[in-house]
């Protein structure tokens, strides 16, 4: 499995980004796809998943109804809309596929190469 994140930029506080992960071939139906996070000096931190399947979503606490999760399975394309931005969410963003839908990274294999999202005014 190949994945490509996209999307990262300097926004300001406040602000919105939507970062992009495409996969290679139609893998949607049979991986879970998670979005994880890590700011330097850091551990990877779980962000948001969107399962196999029913395509049900998880969310962190520290994201919860800021960030949302979609898939659009035509496009072999997962997305995170991220809006109200705050400096803390200052972080390279990968993507990763999977089997479970687990914030823990250790889970997965398969990993995007990494898109910069900076968040400062």
């Known amino acids: 499995v190949q994945l490509v994140a996209s999307g990262g930029g300097l926004v300001q506080p406040g602000g919105s980004l939507r970062l992009s992960c495409a996969a290679s071939?139609?893998?949607?139906?049979?991986?879970?796809i998670c979005w994880f996070r890590q700011a330097p000096g850091k551990e990877r931190e779980g962000v948001s998943c969107?399962?196999?399947?029913?395509?049900?979503?998880y969310y962190a606490d520290t994201v919860k109804g800021r960030f949302t999760i979609s898939r659009d399975n035509a496009k072999n394309t997962v997305y995170l809309h991220m809006n109200s931005l705050k400096p803390e969410d200052t972080a390279v963003y990968y993507c990763?596929?999977?089997?479970?839908?687990?914030?823990?990274?250790?889970?997965?294999?398969?990993w995007g190469q990494g898109t910069q999202v900076t968040v400062s005014s």
């Open positions: 969107i399962n196999r399947g029913d395509g049900s979503t």
């Open positions: 990763a596929a999977g089997f479970i839908a687990s914030l823990d990274g250790a889970y997965f294999s398969s």
């Open positions: 071939g139609s893998i949607l139906d049979y991986f879970t």
